[in-house]
């Protein structure tokens, strides 16, 4: 498999949080992705981007806060992260980049 540049599209960056990481203790794996990408899109990206086999993708979307910056109104953008469950014997470190 080849790593086409729309994968890179798809797949943002990777979200290394503690939450994230009491995922990854279950084989799961925290990205962010592109709001209009879909659960085949990131599958078949994430297998093409580390070379390995996915067993499941779930997707939530984050709303943007609203917060106030130097006494003015503003809104942090709406962030979608996809937790992608891998199948035995498949790992990704997130930590050494691509």
Do not use: C, W
Not at 14 to 25: D, F, G, M, Q
């Amino acid at each position: 498999m080849s790593a086409k540049a729309e994968h890179y599209d798809v797949i943002r960056k990777p979200v290394i949080t503690e939450k994230a990481t009491l995922a990854s203790e279950a084989n799961a794996v925290v990205f962010e992705v592109a709001p209009d990408a879909n659960k085949p899109q990131i599958k078949e990206a994430v297998e093409a981007l580390f070379n390995v086999k996915v067993k499941a993708v779930n997707t939530t979307i984050t709303k943007g806060k609203t917060k106030r910056f130097r006494g003015l109104m503003g809104k942090r953008k709406d962030v979608k992260k996809a937790y992608v469950t891998l199948e035995e014997g498949n790992t990704i470190d997130v930590t050494t980049g691509l």
